[in-house]
């Protein structure tokens, strides 16, 4: 935390007095300490909103259960930058007064800024907080986004939760979780946002208690449609069907630098007879940040396994790359190598070219099982992080398993 664990902004005001001697007085402006609204400024005039309050050590940021710990913040004048402990993005706001804070949230390496305005004492996300709801949504919805276009067309869960107006949840794909969900259903509008410092999520819909139209954006760079229908028995495809080793290749492998230069590879020597785990992953991805938490612990706990990681960086240089590589494995104690697989551009068509035995790279993250012998015994796709709840705890216990059952052969 600079400029210790409180926040000062020192004005200087210069006072020149009539006999010509200068005199100096100081104006102190603390950011105050409690609560502090932030709506970020998206497509057609909306409001992104999100939460935050002060600790000893910096911010928390809130998304329902969800608290993200903030400690990289610096004053400077009338300044404030608020840097994401392992992201890349910043919060950049000048104080109008010292309930008002004006800026933009910024991501330099995708050259993305949106405004955004944090307002002191306001504790609701969503206006009508306590208002009537017109519907009950808890439960599971049947989901499809971009419904209308065969391109960008894709399918999802809704899970949500409702106590009164008051909603949470989340929406699986067949690649992640939208993180965790907290807003309002006001009537029959519903509003959910989340904001974890990698990503910007609003969506807005009309509801019934069985079927839902909306909008999701991200951000201020990215719109889509979606429409749902409640569905308590949908699922979506099995996870570990949708990647596999292409036919014509009998193993999966590479050849990549760690942040010293040196060249790594699932054939060498002193991998070999072990169990091995290699993630595809990229350390501006937040449901990679949830799945390498979890790997990490679990890596620690059991050294005998063999974990990889394989970094697709969009980082516009390999130093930057690394940088952010070193930062995350620093943040989460992670014990295992992070390679650096392709920086410049997180496309996934780029990334299939540099693992050509796979069908396809669908999903950051991605998990690939291989055992002893060196065979691919399994390839998950995505990764249900804890705003999924129930999924989150069954996938951990079938890791668990699947990888004692490869280590006791």
């Known amino acids: 935390m600079k400029n210790r664990h409180k926040f000062y902004i020192i004005l200087f005001g210069i006072l020149v007095s009539s006999c010509g001697q200068k005199a100096s007085k100081k104006e102190v402006i603390t950011l105050q300490e409690g609560t502090w609204r932030v709506a970020l400024k998206v497509q057609d005039n909306k409001e992104l909103p999100f939460i935050f309050t002060t600790t000893d050590n910096g911010i928390e940021i809130h998304n329902a259960e969800e608290r993200i710990p903030i400690t990289d913040i610096t004053l400077k004048k009338d300044s404030i930058t608020i840097k994401m402990d392992v992201y890349e993005g910043v919060l950049n706001g000048k104080f109008v007064d010292k309930n008002t804070i004006t800026g933009e949230f910024a991501k330099k390496s995708l050259d993305r800024y949106v405004p955004f305005t944090a307002t002191f004492g306001e504790t609701q996300r969503f206006p009508h907080a306590d208002g009537k709801a017109a519907a009950t949504i808890s439960g599971n919805w049947e989901t499809v986004f971009s419904p209308n276009s065969e391109a960008d067309r894709y399918i999802a869960k809704g899970i949500f939760q409702q106590n009164g107006n008051k909603v949470t949840g989340t929406f699986r794909t067949t690649t992640g979780d939208y993180r965790y969900l907290e807003g309002t259903l006001y009537d029959n509008q519903l509003q959910l946002s989340t904001f974890d410092g990698a990503h910007a999520f609003l969506f807005t819909a009309t509801v019934t208690d069985s079927t839902m139209q909306g909008e999701f954006q991200s951000g201020n760079h990215w719109k889509e449609s979606f429409i749902a229908k409640r569905n308590e028995n949908?699922?979506?495809?099995?996870?570990?069907?949708?990647?596999?080793?292409?036919?014509?290749?009998?193993?999966?492998?590479?050849?990549?630098?760690?942040?010293?230069?040196?060249?790594?590879?699932?054939?060498?020597?002193?991998?070999?007879?072990?169990?091995?785990?290699?993630?595809?992953?990229?350390?501006?991805?937040?449901?990679?940040?949830?799945?390498?938490?979890?790997?990490a612990k679990f890596a620690q706990q059991n050294p005998e396994i063999e974990f990889i990681a394989l970094a697709f960086e969009y980082a516009k240089t390999k130093e930057k790359a690394f940088n952010n590589i070193q930062r995350l494995q620093q943040r989460l104690q992670i014990p295992y190598p992070i390679l650096l697989a392709q920086f410049g551009t997180s496309s996934k068509q780029k990334a299939q070219e540099k693992l050509p035995m796979l069908n396809h790279v669908l999903s950051y993250p991605t998990t690939i099982f291989i055992d002893k012998k060196g065979k691919v015994r399994r390839i998950h796709t995505g990764f249900n992080g804890p705003a999924t709840g129930s999924k989150y705890v069954a996938f951990k216990k079938d890791f668990e398993n699947f990888v004692s059952e490869l280590q006791s052969e």
Do not use: H
């Open 234 to 295: 949908y699922e979506l495809p099995d996870a570990k069907t949708l990647t596999y080793i292409k036919e014509g290749y009998d193993k999966f492998d590479f050849s990549f630098p760690d942040a010293n230069g040196k060249m790594m590879s699932l054939s060498d020597e002193n991998l070999q007879g072990k169990v091995r785990i290699v993630q595809i992953m990229g350390t501006w991805c937040p449901n990679c940040l949830d799945e390498s938490t979890y790997y």
